[in-house]
């Protein structure tokens, strides 16, 4: 896990810890702060009038929030998007709904592990590879508003954890409880562009569960052939052609 793991969401948004504590202050002081002209105009009547607070500064807009319970169990959330030709501009967007407060993924994912299982290891399916999210823990683990979507990334061998774009709007497969010893297994997904310009040789495959930043502790070693990876270039011009019956081999 990277270090935003520990950090807490407000529903899918990674948030500052010590952000979440203090009044705030009014909307319109906070938008002032930011020093951005960023107009009232179409925000919803039921939005909070206090408690307004920057709790994250991504890349792309800077995420402000107020809670709107005694027990801050519940946020509105609002993102401020500055202007593309770097005017002092920007715009903002209020959530239409309050978002729950949630525990950093590495609480949220305490006890549970991935584990490619031995179908995988033995039979690989690229199509549909398969990998088990396993409670490893002493107690029932209990999904917290999480899904099971699971993404895969192909590396060279000793390339370390795989990274690289990838589409991903949350939903997906919903988690379940598990008990102490019980797995779940849930289907890895590739993005088809990490086959270009792969050559053949042996590769290793890590997996990380989207929602809870969960990655896997071994990677899966397979050996791709040229016959494998032109099967799954991506093309645009004529359907991908049956997959060959035997083009994966794992190693020991």
Do not use: C, K
């Not at 407060?101 to 490619?116: D, I, N, T, Y």
Request: hydrophobic fraction near 35%.
């Amino acid at each position: 896990m990277d270090a935003s793991a520990d950090h807490p969401q407000i529903g899918r948004i990674t948030v500052d810890r010590a952000a979440l504590s203090g009044p705030g202050t009014e909307l319109a002081a906070a938008l002032g702060a930011l020093e951005f002209d960023v107009s009232m105009e179409g925000v919803p009547s039921d939005t909070p009038a206090s408690g307004w607070r920057v709790l994250a500064h991504p890349a792309y807009a800077v995420v402000l929030g107020a809670p709107v319970d005694d027990g801050s169990r519940w946020w509105r959330i609002a993102q401020v998007i500055p202007a593309r030709d770097g005017s002092r501009t920007a715009e903002m967007h209020v959530h239409p709904e309050p978002q729950p407060l949630r525990p950093s993924p590495a609480e949220r994912s305490r006890g549970l592990v991935l584990r490619w299982p031995e179908t995988t290891r033995t039979e690989p399916d690229f199509d549909r590879l398969a990998l088990d999210v396993v409670n490893t823990g002493e107690y029932r683990w209990r999904p917290d508003g999480d899904s099971f979507t699971a993404i895969g990334f192909i590396t060279r061998p000793g390339g370390g954890p795989g990274s690289g774009s990838f589409a991903f709007v949350g939903g997906g497969p919903p988690a379940f409880a598990l008990d102490p010893g019980e797995y779940a297994r849930v289907q890895v997904s590739l993005n088809p562009n990490q086959w270009e310009g792969r050559e053949p040789g042996r590769h290793e495959i890590s997996a990380v569960l989207m929602d809870l930043g969960l990655r896997t502790v071994a990677s899966l070693e397979v050996q791709l052939t040229a016959e494998l990876i032109d099967q799954y270039q991506p093309r645009h011009d004529r359907a991908r052609p049956p997959r060959p019956s035997r083009s994966i081999h794992t190693q020991e």
